[in-house]
């Protein structure tokens, strides 16, 4: 026994810091994977989440989950690539909820291919996506938010090393980065926070493409040994799953977080270190 005694009020403060009770919460790329996961544990914690992606099926899939845990999970179409849609979104959250508390930028996609073949479509719709999503969705929440307002934004793993194929990927998320930064100091002095998650890998509907023909047909065989790949690269022989990035997430727009701001939490399982 430690000798330090706790008292139930103790125990509850702590506990309720992690609570995002009446928040609410608007969440990009809420279709699938860690922004789907995110909505979830948001809305576990107490908050109101509006989930939007491109991707109706997704959203479906969202909404099912949610309710299968009892939980309530508001959803939109948004195409993050385009400003004036993200702009009209916050917006809408303001006429509905009043207010805007979390903004989560999960949206996001890959495009492997080397650089030396890429095409100038592709460099631009990889950073119309990833970087301008995010960068128009910071400046929308920015301006709507008022003081204790969050925003994460989804970052990579990819921001500290390079990726054979994927070189549009890594140069939109180390512009993340930035974007992250820039916003942080901007409405700092408003009271709001906006920080990024580096997520090493996960399995997701990006990183299933590894390994799933254009048919939907899966490699198993291909499936194994690349997970066993990622294992071999964390100290912990470990991959993480989509759960342990919206935890990042919750620390970070919960009370809990309250001092971090302009920071990139590394989520990886120990598999790349600065
Ligand atoms: N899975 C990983 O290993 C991993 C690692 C590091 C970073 N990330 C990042 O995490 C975020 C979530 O990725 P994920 O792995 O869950 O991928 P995912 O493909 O499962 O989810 C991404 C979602 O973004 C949506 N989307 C794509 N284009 C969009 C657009 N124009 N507007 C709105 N929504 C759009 C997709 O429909 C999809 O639902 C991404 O930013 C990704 O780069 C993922």
């Known amino acids: 026994?430690?000798?330090?005694?706790?008292?139930?009020?103790?125990?509850?403060?702590?506990?309720?810091?992690?609570?995002?009770?009446?928040?609410?919460?608007?969440?990009?790329?809420?279709?699938?994977?860690?922004?789907?996961?995110?909505?979830?544990?948001?809305?576990?914690?107490?908050?109101?989440?509006?989930?939007?992606?491109?991707?109706?099926?997704?959203?479906?899939?969202?909404?099912?989950?949610?309710?299968?845990?009892?939980?309530?999970?508001?959803?939109?179409?948004?195409?993050?690539?385009?400003?004036?849609?993200?702009?009209?979104?916050?917006?809408?959250?303001?006429?509905?909820?009043?207010?805007?508390?979390?903004?989560?930028?999960?949206?996001?996609?890959?495009?492997?291919?080397?650089?030396?073949?890429?095409?100038?479509?592709?460099?631009?719709?990889?950073?119309?996506?990833?970087?301008?999503?995010?960068?128009?969705?910071?400046?929308?929440?920015?301006?709507?938010?008022?003081?204790?307002?969050?925003?994460?934004?989804?970052?990579?793993?990819?921001?500290?090393t390079a990726s054979p194929g994927r070189g549009t990927y890594g140069i939109s998320k180390g512009g993340v980065v930035q974007v992250t930064r820039t916003f942080a100091l901007e409405l700092g002095p408003a009271g709001i926070r906006v920080n990024a998650i580096a997520p090493g890998w996960v399995e997701t509907g990006m990183t299933r493409q590894h390994w799933t023909a254009p048919d939907g047909t899966i490699d198993e065989d291909k499936r194994t040994k690349y997970i066993a790949k990622m294992q071999g690269i964390s100290p912990m022989a470990t991959v993480g799953t989509s759960r342990d990035i919206a935890m990042g997430v919750l620390w970070l727009v919960s009370g809990a977080g309250s001092f971090v701001t302009g920071q990139v939490i590394r989520i990886n399982g120990g598999a790349f270190m600065a």
């Open 1 to 160: 026994m430690s000798g330090i005694s706790s008292s139930p009020d103790l125990v509850t403060g702590i506990t309720d810091t992690f609570l995002v009770t009446d928040k609410v919460a608007l969440i990009t790329g809420g279709g699938s994977g860690i922004g789907q996961e995110t909505a979830i544990v948001l809305a576990a914690a107490g908050a109101r989440v509006i989930a939007t992606d491109i991707d109706s099926a997704g959203l479906d899939v969202t909404r099912s989950l949610a309710k299968e845990s009892g939980l309530v999970i508001d959803t939109r179409i948004l195409d993050v690539s385009d400003p004036e849609a993200v702009s009209a979104a916050v917006d809408n959250v303001m006429v509905e909820h009043g207010k805007l508390d979390v903004l989560v930028n999960a949206a996001g996609i890959l495009i492997t291919r080397s650089a030396l073949d890429v095409t100038p479509d592709e460099l631009e719709r990889v950073l119309r996506i990833n970087l301008g999503g995010t960068f128009f969705a910071c400046q929308a929440a920015g301006r709507a938010m008022k003081a204790d307002g969050r925003i994460v934004n989804l970052a990579s793993a990819i921001i500290d």
